[in-house]
């Protein structure tokens, strides 16, 4: 896989060469560099060790981002004391070291964690509670964790996220009764079940009065309008080069602009195929594919869940690049590693 990124890195630059901007560089580098380190990440760890560190490491996120979300919601005001405003891709962000507070003059009543956007952060926690479900026996404190990132999920507001969680918690709903029932009476049994269904239902009640899914159903909602036209549109940009893609040269902007598309889409699948193009995009997806199972090792029916999570994650948000993704493409050794604890 790595030999297949440093040949796809090469044509691209010297296909490219005569648009070589600092900008270009520097998007190109922070794009494939995390692939590299993915690479050294699951050379060095054991694929236990890669789990319990990363879940461990959402957890400490999530916890900081519901106390920051807390503070967004009850006391706006409050939340101006932290923020540091920056201007990245046009646009301003109020951030802080370990929050995204918003955008512009706003402050969010959605939970950002120290991500660009709330949608971004869903796909950090369900993988989080994916290794959870798959590995229950590695974590310590595991129903605790399991709680504050599905507490975390619901306070992001990110529609993905909501159907995300829907669908594995009724696809992988016996890892989720293993995982709070395991070796409990059936009395304590019922209680929790009927606990869980009450909690159930009052989220789903949450999420249809608050309109987040139904709004983003209906054609005057921006953000279900972007994604509606990034997704028809964007597969019309990979023909335009197919074997190598645009990179992240000045024609791939102008090309999307013509389509009445920014640089910030919001489909990955398209904007894999077309930054990278089609035979490199395939082979990501077949290593992708081929990944996933060695990782989890599914039945059959957690096999479809998978993929569906899988499609919905990169049909509505540009994840590809990211070494929580990346990490999939490659194999964990077999052995305790011997440089990092």
């Known amino acids: 896989m790595l030999f297949v990124i440093f040949v796809e890195m090469t ?26 380190i993915s690479f050294f990440c699951t050379a060095l760890l054991t694929k236990e060790s890669y789990l319990i560190k990363y879940v461990n490491v959402l957890i400490v ?21 932290f923020i540091t405003k920056t201007e990245f891709n046009n646009s301003i962000y109020n951030i ?8 512009g003059i706003h402050v969010f009543a959605r939970n950002s964690g120290p991500f660009w956007e709330p949608g971004a952060f869903q796909g950090f926690i369900i993988m989080a509670v994916l ?31 909501y159907i995300l969680t829907i669908v594995v918690l009724f696809i992988f709903h016996k890892r989720f009764e293993k995982l709070f029932l395991e070796d409990r009476s059936l009395r304590g049994k019922n209680w929790i079940k009927f606990v869980v269904v009450i909690m159930t239902v009052g989220v789903l009640f949450y999420i249809v009065l ?17 994604r509606k036209y990034d997704f028809l549109n964007g597969f019309n940009v990979v023909f335009d080069h197919p074997f190598i893609g645009y990179s992240f040269t000045n024609a791939r902007i102008t090309r999307l602009g013509e389509l009445g598309m920014t640089t910030d889409i919001s489909v ?11 035979p490199f995009g395939l082979y990501y997806l077949w290593r992708l594919y081929g990944g996933l199972k060695a990782f989890f090792h599914p039945t059959a029916l957690e096999w479809a869940g ?20 990346t990490v999939f493409l490659f194999r964990f050794s077999a052995t305790k590693e011997k440089y990092i604890d």
Do not use: R
């Open 268 to 278: 990955g699948l398209s904007s894999l195929l077309f930054t990278c193009g089609i």
């Open 306 to 325: 998978l993929i569906v999570v899988f499609v919905i994650l990169n049909c509505t948000e540009v994840l590809w690049w990211l070494p929580v993704y």
């Open 131 to 161: 290794f959870m479900l798959f590995t229950p026996g590695k974590h310590k404190h595991v129903k605790f964790k399991m709680f504050v990132l599905l507490a975390t999920m619901i306070t992001t507001g990110s529609t993905t996220g």
């Open 96 to 103: 802080s070291p370990f929050y995204t507070w918003g955008w």
């Open 11 to 36: 044509m691209q630059f010297l296909a490219y060469n005569d648009q070589l901007s600092s900008s270009f560089i520097h998007t190109f580098v922070v794009t494939y560099l995390p692939f590299i």
């Open 210 to 226: 608050s309109n987040n899914i139904s709004d983003k159903l209906v054609n005057t909602n921006i953000s279900g309008m972007t």
């Open 61 to 81: 996120i999530s916890l900081v981002s519901l106390v920051c979300f807390s503070i967004a919601v009850l006391n706006p005001e409050l939340a101006w004391a």
